[in-house]
Nanobody
Framework: QVQLMESGGGSVETGGSLRLSCAASVPTYCDYDMSWYRQASEREREFVSSVGRDGSITYADSVKGRFTITRDNADNTIYLQMNELKAEDTAMYYC???????????????????????WGQGTLVTVSS
């Protein structure tokens, strides 16, 4: 029911830039918060950035001022522009979608939206010094 297509990972040198994208195929009767997480080798998955349907944005402290998240609501796509990349940014980056119910929808659809969440398969970012 939900499909996420991530792209844009790759290998860059320290100080370089990459742009990730995540296109979500989702039911149209929900709203969605969309986020990026990352997981480095032998570490737990961690939050990177999120953007709500209303445009509200949050960043992890480690990426503030370097990463920029944007969203195209027309096609449920988010982007993560990553600048000034550091070796510690090396990780698998995952897109995450969380459904939010719309008040104008019936109870069944609202419940489905509230329960809806999905992870992408990840795109690898490698930053070498």
């Amino acid at each position: 029911q939900v499909q996420l297509m991530e792209s844009g990972g790759g290998s860059v040198e320290t100080g370089g830039s990459l742009r990730l994208s995540c296109a979500a195929s989702v039911p149209t009767y929900c709203d969605y918060d969309m986020s990026w997480y990352r997981q480095a080798s032998e570490r737990e998955r961690e939050f990177v950035s999120s953007v709500g349907r209303d445009g509200s944005i949050t960043y992890a402290d480690s990426v503030k001022g370097r990463f920029t998240i944007t969203r195209d609501n027309a096609d449920n796509t988010i982007y993560l522009q990553m600048n000034e990349l550091k070796a510690e940014d090396t990780a698998m980056y995952y897109c995450y979608v969380k459904g939010r119910p719309r008040p104008d929808r019936d109870a069944l659809r609202r419940a489905r939206c509230a329960a809806l969440e999905a992870w992408g398969q990840g795109t690898l970012v490698t930053v070498s010094s």
